[in-house]
């Protein structure tokens, strides 16, 4: 049964390679992102909110996922703008309410803050710079190229095969 999906296990092999060009391409795009905005000017902002959500997700089992929602205001040009970006590349939501709180306590509401915008589109701010964790990109693209070799190689000379037949292919 198991070889009668040639082009199947073809077809799994290059959506895992688009996979991998995928995340190689968003951390790609960050990293230019990142580097642009070093050069942003600065103004001075006020913070309008500062705290932290919490969602519980569809599965009552896990617990709450925790996210900073700090707002500030800032003005460019005299112009107005309202922003939540804290920084490029960050984690919208984590697990654990700790790593975020940090955030609040370095910008807490009615404080001054830098506010770093982007000259060209003044809409688009942050408060930080060069912050990105792209570690989680960079595992999962290697690892959609790996299944994708791994297939790749299954498909032209078999190998595998009776592993996989062995322990995902029984009947049960």
Not at 15 to 22: E, G, H, K, T, Y
Not at 92 to 98: C, K, P, Q
Not at 102 to 111: A, G
Not at 154 to 170: A, K, P, V, W
């Amino acid at each position: 049964m198991w070889l009668l999906n040639l082009k199947f296990r073809l077809f799994i092999a290059m959506f895992f390679f688009a996979l991998s060009i995928c995340f190689f391409m968003k951390v790609f795009y960050v990293k230019k992102d990142i580097n642009d905005s070093r050069n942003w000017p600065s103004v001075k902002g006020k913070v309008l909110k500062s705290n932290l959500i919490a969602s519980s997700g569809n599965n009552r089992n896990y617990s709450h996922y925790y996210a900073p929602q700090i707002t500030y205001t800032y003005t460019v040009n005299n112009k107005n703008y309202t922003s939540q970006r804290i920084a490029l590349g960050m984690r919208a939501f984590v697990r654990t309410s700790e790593i975020y709180e940090r955030y609040l306590e370095r910008y807490p509401k009615d404080s001054v803050v830098n506010v770093y915008y982007n000259s060209a589109n003044p809409e688009i701010a942050l408060l930080e710079l060069g912050v990105a964790n792209l570690t989680w990109y960079y595992v999962f693209a290697v690892l959609s190229v790996l299944c994708g070799i791994f297939l790749l190689i299954n498909y032209f000379t078999g190998f595998g095969d009776s592993f996989i037949e062995n322990n995902f292919c029984r009947e049960r």
